[in-house]
C-alpha cells in the first residue's frame, strides 16, 4: 500500500517550542507536543516523531519563519 507522508509543524519561541504532526489527508496525528530549547527537547522532539514514522522516511518538517530562524 501507499505510506502516508507526514508533515511537523514546529511553532518557534524563546524557552519552549509548539509542534504538531498532521498526514498527507490533513489529519492531526496524536497531540501537540511542547519541547524546551535545548538538546534535551530537541531528543523528546525526534522520539516523538518517531512514535509516528519510525526511520521518519516520510516525514517533512517546518519551521515558523521568525526571528533568526528565517
Not at 511553532?11 to 501537540?32: L, M
Not at 514514522?53 to 526571528?67: N, P, R
Request: proline share 0%; with cysteine.
Amino acid at each position: 500500500g501507499v505510506r502516508a507522508v507526514y508533515f511537523v509543524g514546529i511553532d518557534i519561541a524563546k524557552r519552549n517550542h509548539e509542534a504538531c504532526i498532521i498526514d498527507s489527508t490533513g489529519q492531526i496525528q496524536g497531540k501537540t507536543l511542547r519541547f524546551t530549547n535545548s538538546q534535551a527537547g530537541g531528543q523528546k522532539l525526534i522520539q516523538w516523531m518517531q512514535n509516528v514514522d519510525h526511520d521518519l522516511s516520510f516525514t517533512e518538517v517546518a519551521l515558523e519563519a521568525t526571528g533568526h530562524y528565517w
